[in-house]
């Protein structure tokens, strides 16, 4: 939206102050991520004033309040654990360690990596990364349901996409600014370098995007796609066992980090990834006729999830629609990869896959993930994906009347 027209959503707020306060420029236009949201904006500020500054009272009182003491610390975290049924706060030596990491992450992440993952292991998963976007590559060439138009945008973004594994070359200049006064409260401490991290995110509006910059620790278990750069990223820690090792068979590492890594490869083509150029700009590069096709095809993932009872409650398929799509095609290219290699085991593969969505936790929490999770529950993700392959199985001897048996006419296969 232009400037003029975001700021006019409510008069109950001087927002092009703010904006100007913040990035030390007026911008012209606006990127509204939540454009329903402001439209009632004004309404919602008239109306209910009193409600907004109660919430925001609450909200910086129950953020800062582990600041002060440990007692406020424990007190503060109750309303979290009733929604995610912990039982116990977390102790006050882990509670400390997030507050580090949190602010220096990358100098933290990079002792991490370079202890306990090295370059080895860094050679070793980029090795694997290219060949799962060989495999991509090769997919999308015999691909028979998008036009040539989208598939050649499609391999156009894929030999585009950037690759993050393991560590960042270097720490970034921001965290030389980063100063603890000794001399100063806790409290005093995080506000000042709270100011600090926020100075520099808005000084990099209107500058050149930096798509080599690392946004998540090395220390971080995790990956994931960022549709705005057109990159994967997999830090250092989710590439330990059972995800990935120098220990283990190609198989298991492949039905491991292999899968999580096409998952993430996955995504740069799925519905909002579509909405995505090579170069992470909003630019739809779909068809109508081929967005679709892709949506009828969505619809089947959609079913297969949608309902299925799980901690008391059932899945939404629409929600986790995303994901599941993700999950399909990456534990699907991550099977042929392996399969390429010498020393392929089926069963290695799929129950690597399955082990490595091992999860424990509360019924609380599992249902707050329903709720608000793109993601399936983890039980789902590793027994449910597995049941659209041929190869599973033959690797387990399932037959019809079994358990776990798929008609084939059922089975979802999308990339």
Known sequence: QSLAEFVGHTTQLDLQAWITALLGQTPTQVIVTEPEYYAVLDGLLRDHFAEFKAWLLVNRVLGEASFLTDECRILAGEYGRALSGSQAPISQAKSVYYLTNGYFSQVVGGYYAQRYFGAQAKADVEHMVH??????????????????ATRQKAITKLDHLGVQVGYPDQIPALY????????????????????????????????PVDRLRWEMSPATVNAYFHPFKNIIVFPAAVLQAPFYSLTQSSSQNYGGIGAVIAHEISHAFDNNGALFDEYGNLSNWWTAEDAAHFKQLA??????????????????????????????????CALSA?????????????????????????????????????????????????QNLADFYQ??????GDPMYLAPDQRVNIW
Do not use: C
Not at 136 to 147: C, F, H
Not at 395 to 400: D, G, L, R, T
């Open 131 to 148: 060949q799962m976007i060989a495999v991509y590559k090769a997919r999308l060439q015999a691909n028979d349901w998008l036009s040539p």
């Open 176 to 207: 030389d600014q980063l100063q603890v006064d000794p001399h100063q409260t806790l409290l005093a401490n995080v506000i000042a370098l709270t100011k600090v991290q926020r100075q520099d995110l808005f000084a990099r509006f209107n500058q």
């Open 299 to 332: 619809q089947r993932m959609i079913d297969e999830f949608d309902g299925l009872p799980f901690a008391g409650q059932t899945v939404n398929g629409k929600l986790t629609v995303s994901e599941n799509i993700a999950d399909a095609g990456g534990l699907s």
């Open 338 to 386: 392996a399969k390429a290699e010498a020393d392929f085991d089926a069963q290695a593969f799929f129950i690597n896959w399955a082990r490595v969505w091992r999860t424990k936790a509360r019924k609380e929490y599992q249902q707050l993930l329903l709720a608000i999770d793109v993601h399936a529950p983890q039980k789902l993700r590793a027994n449910v994906q597995v």
């Open 395 to 400: 690797a387990f001897e399932v037959q019809p």
